[in-house]
């Protein structure tokens, strides 16, 4: 067992783990970063699978992810736009593609009024939502015991329209089924993109990618931490009171991945003055915590559960839907994978297809074999881009509900009520034990801009204990000369 004393220690290697040890360090503190994987990144993961290179996690920049736009220039990557020339395709009940330009659905022209009415409604309250603290809405506890998919129901008969409007933070975001989380919820995952327009637009949220990998920001972060980052190591007990922390590690075998200097063999105890747990709040109670956590934290940890989603790579020896005038943008209610994009890499003659099935649809494939899954999948990404869609020359689902330290995709929410009752105390310290990752974010909540916001808001917060803690002691021994 190796010992070491920090300032703070870091549980986690994800976007916010790693900036708020960047951001500790550049103040002049020392800092451990102990991550449970044998790589860092969490749910950033650029791997190459069968010779291409896939995103296996999270990818895409929109414009209003200042934090995210700002790290990733300050560490010197190129940014590329997502390939949208062409013809997007929207599979309506009848089973059939339609072609389409622009934002609405080629939908019945009722269909399309309730659309854009109810669009223009939910933009409205979600101008009034602040992200860093929708519970504190004057309708915060009414819009928290609605489900999202009831609140849109006595919006239209038109259940076209809603399946429409629901995905955008259904299967699309949260990736629950629409009647297991509110519309305060929902109000949120859409405030926490600017608006409810801005989460449809796909052109708008996903707009941008990192040339080489979003997975870049997380390695070049560790790198400037260097032999402070221990990989392979599982944080397991966290001791704590008001004159500090220890916490214990073991290591892990984790899993296989691009791994930076500072992996630790044996365990690890590193005593600190302050915490940050940088992890998904579902997986705190995989940590001991020596006194216990309090009541209210024991309590709204359980509120919280992970969406699940299935990312499903397909690479072609060439993209060619843009043949055919298809941007490779397409979306469906009635489909499996809901949605789809060009996703080919910057530079590269293949042509790569992203889809994504969500919650119930994801659970249900899981019941299959990999090759009725595949077929499946496969099968629906045809129904947008014809026959040729069915045989791609690499395949892979990125399943994250099978990673021990992840357990879903994309993040995590609240259950029914559970936004309003528990949101306000997410961040709350417990003594010197800070919390910080893209599930508590305001801005950028469930995206790596949210998690970077939360590892500078968290680094702060530790700066400006420590400094006070720091001109009390120097007083007090004033005093006491
Ligand atoms: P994490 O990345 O989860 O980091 C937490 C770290 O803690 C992990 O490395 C984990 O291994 C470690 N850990 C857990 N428990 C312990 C322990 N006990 N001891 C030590 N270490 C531990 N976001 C976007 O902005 N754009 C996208 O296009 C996008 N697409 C996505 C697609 C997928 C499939 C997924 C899964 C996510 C996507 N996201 C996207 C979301 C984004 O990736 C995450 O919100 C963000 O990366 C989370 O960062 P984090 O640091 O908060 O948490």
Known sequence: MTEITRDVVIIGAGAAGLTAANELKKAGLSVAVVEARDRVGGRLWTDTIDGAMLEIGGQWISP??????????????????????????????????????????????????????????????????????????????????????????????????????????????????????????????AASAGSYSNLVDADFILDKRVVGGLQQVPLLLAERLGEDVFLSQAARTVEWSDAGVTVTTTPTTGVTGTTVPGAATGGLTVRARQVVLALAPILYDRISFVPALPRRQHQLHQHLSMGFVIKVHAVYDRPFWREQGLSGTAFSPYELSHEAYDNSNHGDERGTLVGFVSDQNADDLFTLSADERRERILESLSHYYGPEAKNPVVYFESDWGSEEWTRGAYAASFDMGGLHRYGADLRSAVGPIRFACSDMAGAGYQHVDGAIRMGRLVAGKIRETLQHADVDAATHEGVSA
């Open 64 to 189: 209003d992810q200042h934090a995210l736009i700002e790290t990733v220039d300050e560490l010197g990557l190129d940014t590329f736009s997502r390939y949208r020339e062409g013809d997007s395709v929207y599979v309506g009940p009848d089973g059939v593609a339609h072609r389409f330009t622009g934002e609405m659905f080629p939908v019945a022209p009722e269909t399309e009024a309730a659309i854009a009415e109810i669009t223009e409604r939910l933009d409205a309250m979600v101008a009034e939502i602040d992200p860093d603290e929708p519970w504190a809405h004057p309708q915060a506890a009414e819009w928290d015991r609605i489900s999202w998919e009831a609140w849109l129901r006595t919006q239209t008969d038109d259940d076209e329209a809603v399946r429409n409007l629901a995905f955008a933070t259904g299967s699309a975001m949260l990736t629950k089924p629409i009647h297991t989380f509110s519309l305060l919820q929902s109000l949120l995952m």
